[in-house]
């Protein structure tokens, strides 16, 4: 049914004879509210039918709309492949640091601009997803919500979601219920077993596209190809008894056979970007200043240290584990700044976690950080920074620290902007502003690690370490990735004979975690334990009572890193044999 417009409301050009359907009604009816509103209603419903009829996908309509996103022409070739000849069913397995999460997002903008994508659901780790909202909304203006109950399914048509959450009840009903439009999965390595929950849930649910990102589809053997490919279009590898028959060459499944046959199969459903011989991130130059702490400093950090270790472990066993963090984050905050633990021990002293006994002792180191008036490692801090004239990312994990670098950093003649998770949008966008124009310092905390790229720059100084790898990686993340053309220089401030420095030892000389491209560290620490996170292995150690005890469980942990160092190495050889001629080389 059409709808008559008067003649004011008609355009002057009467070329567009578009007809309005009931759908365009309710649309005009809101829109005719001034004699001006009709013109401007009628070219925006042109418009919309317009790109309605474009026919297929002979270019993208997303890439005005984008706002920070640098446009690569493999991340474009790659959107249209998967529109035009995947039909939006695809694994992206790009080599780390090539941008999957701006192809996604890409492919997720078009498909919503075109009106073929209402309802998007993307599943990720737990830990990733803020990072995915945040990225979702301010590149593509896609908003997305992160799950929190589960009336969400209904009321959020474009949802994140942290797959160990979604896959249980009664979470998994409502997602298998609902009909979605498209289904992303991040870190889609995690689905390699066709047996597990995980890979049984994203099978259950209906979707009518579906991307599956990755860098490493093949981690152990070719029954997990397998099971990926099957996820997404099953019969594109053969049944499975035909798919080991004809492409596996080993008993115990890790040898391909007739690759290219499995090649060729795998263009129909992968697309694989690798960094060619003229693609190249520069280098990065890592710089370590050890600190040796001052002796107030130093009896305040003994202090910290002899408490936790006496109360980590209560008479009877494990304490509570509101005491454990409680713990955790004291020893973290001396590795800081004596102004961060101050705050924290003071606020102990009142606490009911603990007995009289231990009050008394923290009111005792309360005092003593109270009393010292400036730390080492800020003034450090100020002699390097004093010896650059390049913009730098200082980050550190707690505000008490922020405002005391602040302070010291201004009254060195510095220019310090100031960026943190409790400043609203617009103040954190003025921020990034201010520092690419006449900022000099960009002092943050972890909230400056992610989503924002601030390749403008190229000095990271790691202040404090945060005990999360993860955590270190996507600082550096924001300066080196794609887009960064110079040298980037990461500064790693540490204390002498403290945990920090355990940090060092792992990192550093054990898998020379500051040589990886972004996104390697993850599929490393992927392989060492699933049980425990990397902070709690830290953390038992360094409460060993015995120093021996401690140096042993460190090799131990060092050498499990190097394994798993290793191990990595010899999966990306893997997907380097099977997948080398599925990809695209990325020139500079």
Request: aromatic share 8%.
């Amino acid at each position: 049914m059409s709808l008559p417009v008067s003649e004011a409301a008609r355009p002057a050009d009467a070329s567009l004879s578009l007809q309005f359907d009931d759908a365009d009604a309710d649309l005009l009816a809101r829109a005719f509210r001034t004699p001006g509103d009709g013109p401007r209603a009628w070219a925006l419903n042109g418009e919309a039918h317009r790109i309605s009829l474009i026919d297929g996908f002979d270019r993208l309509l997303a890439w005005p709309t984008l706002r920070g996103v640098v446009r690569y022409p493999h991340q474009e070739r790659t959107c249209l492949r998967v529109l035009r000849e995947m039909r939006g069913r695809a694994i992206l397995a790009d080599e780390v640091g090539l941008g999957k999460t701006i192809e996604t997002g890409l492919l997720l903008k078009e498909y919503t601009i075109r009106g073929l994508v209402r309802r998007a659901l993307i599943l990720t780790p737990a830990s990733l997803t803020g990072q995915w909202r945040e990225e979702m909304e301010s590149k593509f203006e896609l908003p997305f919500a992160v799950l929190r109950s589960v009336g969400d399914w209904e009321r959020r048509p474009l949802l994140v979601a942290s797959i160990d959450t979604a896959k249980r009840d009664p979470h998994r009903v409502w997602a298998q219920r609902t009909s979605w439009d498209l289904v992303i999965v991040d870190e889609a390595h995690r689905l390699k077993n066709r047996l597990s929950v995980n890979w049984r849930f994203v099978a259950g649910l209906s979707k009518k596209y579906m991307l599956l990102l990755t860098a490493t589809p093949v981690q152990n053997d070719m029954d997990e190809l397998f099971n990926l490919v099957s996820l997404l279009k099953p019969g594109a590898l053969h049944t499975y008894d035909r798919f080991v028959e004809r492409y596996v060459g080993s008993a115990d499944g890790r040898v391909p056979a007739h690759v290219p046959e499995l090649r060729d199969r795998l263009r129909d459903v992968m697309v694989r970007n690798r960094r060619g011989i003229a693609f190249t991130l520069p280098p990065r130059r890592v710089h370590s200043l050890p600190v040796r702490l001052s002796p107030r400093e130093r009896r305040l950090y003994d202090g910290v240290t002899e408490f936790v270790r006496d109360a980590y472990w209560s008479v009877s066993g494990r304490m509570s584990w509101a005491a454990r963090l409680t713990l955790i984050v004291l020893q973290r905050e001396i590795g800081s700044s004596t102004f961060a633990v101050a705050e924290t021990l003071n606020r102990l002293t009142q606490s009911p976690l603990f007995g009289a006994a231990e009050r008394e002792r923290l009111e005792a180191l309360r005092d003593d950080a109270r009393a010292i008036p400036s730390n080492v490692k800020a003034d450090h801090l100020a002699g390097f920074l004093r010896s650059s004239d390049e913009k730098a990312l200082v980050f550190t994990q707690y505000l008490r620290t922020m405002q005391h670098l602040k302070g010291v950093l201004e009254g060195d003649g510095h220019r310090v902007v100031i960026y943190h998770g409790g400043l609203p949008p617009a103040a954190k966008d003025a921020a990034v502003r201010s520092f690419r124009g006449e900022g000099q310092i960009f002092l943050s905390t972890e909230a400056g690690g992610e989503g924002r790229n601030l390749q403008f720059a190229r000095t990271v100084v790691n202040y404090d370490l945060p005990w999360n790898p993860l955590r270190i990686e996507q600082r550096i993340g924001r300066v080196h990735r794609l887009g960064q053309t110079r040298e980037v220089h990461v500064v790693n401030l540490w204390a002498q004979d403290t945990v920090e420095a355990y940090l060092m030892e792992l990192l550093d000389r054990k898998i020379h975690m500051f040589e990886l491209v972004v996104g390697e560290l993850d599929l490393i620490l992927g392989t060492l334990d699933e049980r425990r996170s990397f902070e709690d292995m830290m953390m038992e150690i360094w409460t060993l009572r015995q120093a021996e005890e401690r140096r042993a469980a460190l090799r131990r942990l060092g050498d499990a890193l190097v394994r798993a160092r290793d191990q990595y190495d010899a999966m990306r050889e893997r997907n380097d044999e099977v997948l080398r001629d599925v990809s695209d080389e990325v020139p500079a």
